[in-house]
């Protein structure tokens, strides 16, 4: 009995790692994209769609921008998103803050590949900038997964100069995808779990977004890039997230460059692509991003 649940576990192990097709993985995440907030959100918030450029955006309670603003960019692996998580995020630091908060929801791959998700969001900014909208001190770029990655290369081009934007008070960043060549995405430190899907699934939408750049072009992976004049950043990711170890050699590149770093490891993983995990630790994350913003807006103690 003991071989025959023996060699049965062996199997079940051996058909999880099997590799699926590529589009599995990818079109499973579009499945789960929301464009517009759900409606727990809709209910508490202002809702406005407004298009810039070619780019879709959607606003939360625009009539507050005068307070500040949040501009979130959503995760999805440069294929997809925003998802329901992104939305409960947003709308959570809206409320805290009681802010404006803009998703843009910039192109995705296959159709649309790099740099468009960076050229969508410069391009919002710039209009929002020149509309008296962003204002110095007066907003906050945030980012997850992908749109973490991307919030910190946006950043990194409106310091040097390329982007006529205010640079923004803060940075807020979770569970970033930093290194697109996914190098170190294995198991060393994530308590011994092989995300094998996650990774492969990350591997195609590497792919599909990256094009013809290579994968290593700091535009694509900032963990590559000189981030040094960078505004204070609060960096979070689960000790079992798959960048965990992206995230860990980015804070200290950050702080050798001199930026102020406020870093926040959860246990086990922040969420999810697709939603936020629960928990009095993700409350209390919660918390401290609400604060680190309150700051960086200067809107209260």
């Known amino acids: 009995m003991g071989r025959i649940r023996d060699a049965a576990v062996l199997a079940g192990r051996t058909a999880y790692r099997l590799?699926?097709?590529?589009?599995?993985?990818?079109?499973?995440?579009?499945?789960?994209?929301?464009?517009?907030?759900?409606?727990?959100?809709?209910?508490?918030?202002?809702?406005?769609?407004?298009?810039?450029?070619?780019?879709?955006?959607?606003?939360?309670?625009?009539?507050?921008?005068?307070?500040?603003?949040?501009?979130?960019?959503?995760?999805?692996?440069?294929?997809?998103?925003?998802f329901t998580g992104d939305w409960e995020w947003l709308s959570a630091q809206a409320d805290a803050q009681e802010c404006a908060a803009l998703m843009i929801d910039y192109r995705a791959a296959p159709d649309h590949v790099h740099p468009v998700a960076l050229d969508d969001t410069g391009a919002v900014l710039t209009v929002l900038a020149e509309q008296g909208i962003l204002r110095p001190g007066g907003w906050v770029l945030t980012g997850q997964n992908a749109g973490g990655g991307l919030a910190l290369t946006i950043a990194r081009r409106i310091v040097a100069g390329e982007l006529p934007v205010p640079a923004?008070?803060?940075?807020?960043?979770?569970?970033?995808?930093?290194?697109?060549?996914?190098?170190?995405?294995?198991?060393?430190?994530?308590?011994?779990?092989?995300?094998?899907?996650?990774?492969?699934?990350?591997?195609?939408?590497?792919?599909?977004?990256?094009?013809?750049?290579?994968?290593?072009?700091?535009?694509?992976?900032?963990?590559?890039?000189?981030?040094a004049g960078l505004p204070?950043?609060?960096?979070?990711?689960?000790?079992?997230?798959?960048?965990?170890?992206?995230?860990?050699?980015?804070?200290?590149?950050?702080?050798?460059?001199?930026?102020?770093?406020?870093?926040?490891?959860?246990?086990?993983?922040?969420?999810?692509?697709?939603?936020?995990?629960?928990?009095?630790?993700?409350?209390?994350?919660l918390r401290e991003q609400a604060a680190f913003v309150r700051e960086a807006l200067g809107t209260g103690a």
């Open 19 to 82: 590799p699926m097709p590529s589009a599995v993985y990818t079109n499973g995440l579009r499945e789960a994209r929301r464009a517009l907030p759900p409606g727990r959100v809709q209910k508490s918030h202002a809702v406005d769609l407004q298009m810039i450029g070619r780019t879709r955006c959607v606003w939360l309670d625009r009539h507050h921008a005068d307070r500040g603003v949040l501009v979130h960019l959503h995760g999805g692996a440069f294929v997809s998103g925003p």
């Open 168 to 227: 923004p008070a803060g940075l807020v960043l979770m569970s970033p995808w930093l290194d697109l060549s996914l190098e170190t995405t294995g198991i060393s430190e994530t308590g011994g779990h092989d995300p094998v899907h996650e990774r492969r699934m990350l591997e195609a939408a590497a792919r599909q977004y990256a094009g013809r750049t290579p994968r290593e072009d700091p535009d694509l992976s900032p963990l590559n890039a000189h981030l």
């Open 232 to 285: 204070p950043i609060h960096l979070a990711v689960g000790t079992r997230d798959i960048f965990v170890t992206d995230v860990r050699v980015a804070r200290l590149q950050l702080e050798e460059q001199g930026i102020e770093v406020r870093y926040r490891e959860v246990s086990g993983r922040i969420g999810a692509l697709v939603r936020l995990r629960r928990g009095e630790d993700m409350k209390r994350l």
